[in-house]
Nanobody
Framework: QVQLVESGGGLVQPGGSLRLSCAAS????????MYWVRQAPGKGLEWVSA????????YYADSVNGRFTISRDNAKNTMYLQMNSLKPEDTAVYYC?????????WGQGTQVTVSS
């Protein structure tokens, strides 16, 4: 079955960095676009970033553009999100998302807290 497992979250001070990972299994990872989505406390889901099958043409939400970098390693079935210059407003649960039409799959999420 499809599994998405995020890791790498934690507590970091403003201005710091974290690298999230999403390990995928149960489907042909290299054939699908992948996404990062986050949910801040008390707020709805916010799309963060997307990457195509080959790892090129990344897309970013305006709120993270220039600070976050999405990447993938198809040989390892893993997607990454390098987060730099973190701000308190980046505090959220970050989810890995795969859209295998007609179904959409989510990981369990990893908590990122940006606080001094």
């Amino acid at each position: 079955q499809v599994q998405l497992v995020e890791s790498g979250g934690g507590l970091v001070q403003p201005g710091g960095s974290l690298r999230l990972s999403c390990a995928a299994s149960g489907f042909t990872f290299s054939r699908y676009w992948m996404y990062w989505v986050r949910q801040a406390p008390g707020k709805g889901l916010e799309w963060v970033s997307a990457i195509n099958t080959g790892g090129g043409s990344p897309y970013y939400a305006d709120s993270v553009n220039g600070r976050f970098t999405i990447s993938r390693d198809n040989a390892k079935n893993t997607m990454y999100l390098q987060m730099n210059s973190l701000k308190p407003e980046d505090t959220a649960v970050y989810y890995c998302n795969a859209r295998l039409t007609p179904k959409t799959y989510w990981g369990q999420g990893t908590q990122v807290t940006v606080s001094s």
